[in-house]
Structure formats: structure tokens, C-alpha cells
């Protein structure tokens, strides 16, 4: 590590040491290479109460495999920390050292290589380091902590679970909850948007029921192929023929299923449908506008009613704007001017912004790079999240995330 990072370390009031550094390399390792799938974090869970219990910092199990830590440090304020915790069902091609070679069981108990493909080892990983500096630099804070170790993130069932769980009735409530997210940008860099943050998501199964045929004799049938590949190019008007172009929206068919052989058509057919949307309203009239679309297109076939399932939904993540415009300020202390942006919200989405929801409390979500200047300026495309080859490199990455993760704790908690 460089003068420079030392020095912008020292700046927060909470430097990172050397042995705390190398801790932090250690257990990022370690974590990468021993991912686990959604709401089956297991070892994981273990290793963070392990982690907990050797710094003093009492925790308990919440939402199946979360771990909640609570760190007191006399009076002062509440302030939550998460960090999600689970991997991808992904086959890694990253080439590490420490590369996953784990596997896992879906649902459907299918059997598939799991993979960190979206950093939350780094997430996770860098929040125990925060918690150790807290816990062994006392007198440079006041308040407690809250350390969120939430499971199932990429299924939007963790946070969900952690409050129906009682999350909130078993810690104590936070004035406010920060997170963050490696990203495929700039190692070292940190950004940040005011207001929206990222999208929220709504993915549906469609079930489009038609009538069996032999493929020779298609009077015979109601063919539900035809009938969805309908729905499908329809689905596509929503955006680009109903909403104010002012307004931003994404509709997604990301899978289609029907039929078995080439001369029967199907009884049915399926697909799935993801969709993204910043405004509650947007949301209400894009949902509304899907189910009106496959209703008719199967009325106009003289099919029966499709069945349509809600997969799952994630909720707005939003960033209260004066606390985030205050935390872009201390990030410049802390990291640098140059190092620190504030940018439009993704279309990305995540399921952070339910755990100060279901209190009512503001919260703040940052993201920050993770490849090098050789991955970042060369010729060959950037690894992105959720790719088998994203591999985020450590420093100064880590380093990073440490930094932010404390400039924004210390604004509430330092003495």
C-alpha cells in the first residue's frame, strides 16, 4: 500500500494496519473460493459468527443464514452496515489461484458450479475488516453499530427474510443503513448517485395455454408457440409506443419454453419476463399493460386465459439526497476528489433499500471499482458482474471499499 492510501487512511480517524490489511486479503480469498448459493450460506454464516465472536461483537442468526452483529460503544448514535453474502450459479473461468471450484443444488435440484460473480465476497470480506477496526479503535467512536450480514441478495429473498425474521424487533433500529457494491469500474474510484439508485424489478412466468395438434394438422390446434411468440413482440410496445419517453422502463423476455418435437405443437408453451422501472407509477401502469397484452393476444387466438406467476420483485433502492450528496463529500476527504463521482442511478437492481423500508429510515448505497487500469484501458471487453470471468483485483480495490465503508460510518459515529 502506498504513502498516499496510508495517509488517506490516517484522514478518517481509523487507519487500517498492516495485520488488519493482510486479514482482509486472507478472508477475501477465502471467501472466494467457498461461495455458496442464495439462502444456502452456510459456511459462510459460520465463518462471519466466527469472525464476531473473536472480536467481542455479540451476533445472531436472522432470516435463515444472515448474521446480524452488534457493536456497542457507549451512547451516540445507530448506524447499520450490510453486506449480502450469497454467490452465482456460475462456472468460473477467472483463471485466480483461489478460484471457486465449489457446486451447489438448486431448487430444482439441479447440481451447478457456484462462483462470487457479483463481489459480494468483496462486500462481505471488507465489512468484517470495518468491524474489526471498530472494534479494536474504541476511542475513536461512539455510538453503536449495526453489521448486516444478509444472505440471498441475487434472489431478492434475503432482506425480506432478515425483517420478516424480526430483524428489527432483535437490533437496535439504525438512524440510517449504508451499503455498497464492487462494480466493474476503476479500482480506487468510488460513485454514487443522489435520489434513485437502482431500478426496482418485477419478473413474471407466463403459462400460455393453447391445443395439442399433429403439426400437419394445424386446424386442429391452438397453438401456443405462435400465440407467445405474439405476446412477446408485443410486449415489446410498452415502452416504446405507451410510456413518455421521458420515463424509463426496460421489458425483458429472458427465456421462452414450447414444445417437445418439431411436427407436434404443443398444449403449452412458457416464458419469462423481467422488468425494470424507477417510478412506482410507471411500475403500476408497465405490470398493468403486460397482463392486458397476454390476455387479449390469448383472446384473439380463442385461447384459454394464460396463468401468470410473480417469480420474485426487488425493491427501490433510494438514496435519501441530502445524505448522499454529505456522503460524497466525505468520500472526497477520504479517498480523494478525483477518485469520487456522482452518476445517474442503474437500471440494476437490488433488494438493500427493504431493510430501512421496513423502518422507515433513510439509506445510502455507493458503488465502487474493481479492476485495474490495464483491464480498465485495454483492448479486450471489461469483465462485467456476473460474468465467469470477473475476478476484481484486490488493492486497491479492498482498500476501497474499507475507506468508504468507514468515511461514511465515522460521519455518524466518530467522536
Excluded at 504513502?3 to 486479503?25: N, P
Excluded at 430444482?108 to 463481489?119: F, K, L, Q, Y
Excluded at 408485443?234 to 421489458?251: F, G, H
Aim: a negative charge; glycine letters at 10%.
Amino acid at each position: 500500500m502506498t504513502d498516499t492510501f496510508a495517509a488517506l487512511d490516517t484522514a478518517t480517524g481509523l487507519a487500517l494496519t498492516d495485520g488488519q490489511r493482510a486479514g482482509l486479503h486472507e478472508l477475501y480469498r477465502h471467501l472466494h473460493a467457498h461461495p455458496e448459493l442464495s439462502m444456502q450460506e452456510h459456511h459462510t454464516a459460520e465463518l462471519i459468527e466466527r469472525q464476531l465472536d473473536g472480536l467481542g461483537i455479540e451476533n445472531f442468526r436472522c432470516g435463515g443464514t444472515g448474521v446480524v452483529g452488534v457493536l456497542r460503544n457507549g451512547d451516540g448514535p445507530v448506524v447499520g452496515f450490510r453486506a449480502d453474502t450469497d454467490g452465482l450459479p456460475i462456472q468460473e473461468d477467472t483463471g485466480l489461484d483461489y478460484a471457486s471450484t465449489a457446486t451447489g443444488t438448486l431448487p430444482d435440484g439441479t447440481e451447478v458450479p457456484v462462483m462470487h460473480g457479483c463481489g459480494h465476497d468483496t462486500h462481505t470480506a471488507v465489512l468484517l475488516t470495518v468491524a474489526r477496526m471498530f472494534a479494536e479503535a474504541r476511542e475513536a467512536w461512539a455510538g453503536t453499530l449495526v453489521l448486516i450480514f444478509q444472505p440471498g441478495e441475487e434472489t431478492a429473498a434475503g432482506a425480506a427474510a432478515m425483517v420478516a425474521d424480526g430483524l428489527w424487533d432483535r437490533a437496535p433500529k439504525p438512524e440510517i443503513i449504508y451499503g455498497q457494491h464492487v462494480m466493474p469500474g476503476r479500482a480506487g474510484t468510488v460513485s454514487l448517485s443522489v435520489g434513485s439508485a437502482m431500478a426496482m424489478a418485477d419478473s413474471l412466468k407466463v403459462t400460455v395455454h393453447g391445443r395439442q395438434s399433429h403439426g400437419s394438422q394445424p386446424q386442429d390446434s391452438i397453438d401456443p408457440v405462435v400465440l407467445g411468440a405474439h405476446m412477446v413482440v408485443r410486449l415489446q410496445t410498452i415502452v416504446s409506443r405507451e410510456l413518455d419517453p421521458r420515463q424509463a422502463a426496460v421489458v425483458t423476455v429472458g427465456t421462452f419454453h414450447g414444445g417437445l418435437k418439431e411436427n407436434i405443437i404443443p398444449a403449452s408453451a412458457e416464458f419469462t419476463l423481467n422488468i425494470r422501472t424507477f417510478d412506482n407509477g410507471v411500475r403500476e401502469r408497465v405490470l398493468a399493460a403486460v397482463r392486458r397484452i397476454i390476455s387479449a393476444e390469448a383472446a384473439a387466438s380463442g385461447a384459454p386465459e394464460p396463468e401468470i406467476e410473480e417469480l420474485y420483485t426487488f425493491p427501490a433502492c433510494y438514496n435519501e439526497p441530502a445524505e448522499a450528496e454529505a456522503l460524497a463529500g466525505a468520500f472526497r476527504d477520504a479517498i480523494g476528489p478525483d477518485a469520487v463521482s456522482v452518476v445517474p442511478p442503474l437500471m440494476g437492481s437490488e433488494d438493500f433499500g427493504h431493510l430501512a423500508s421496513a423502518i422507515g429510515v433513510p439509506a445510502v448505497y455507493w458503488m465502487f471499482g474493481g479492476h485495474s487500469d490495464e483491464v480498465i484501458d485495454g483492448d479486450s471487453p471489461v469483465p462485467m458482474n456476473h460474468s465467469p470471468f470477473f475476478a476484481p483485483v484486490m488493492e486497491p480495490t479492498l482498500s476501497t471499499g474499507v475507506k468508504a465503508a468507514v468515511a461514511a460510518l465515522q460521519g455518524r459515529l466518530g467522536r
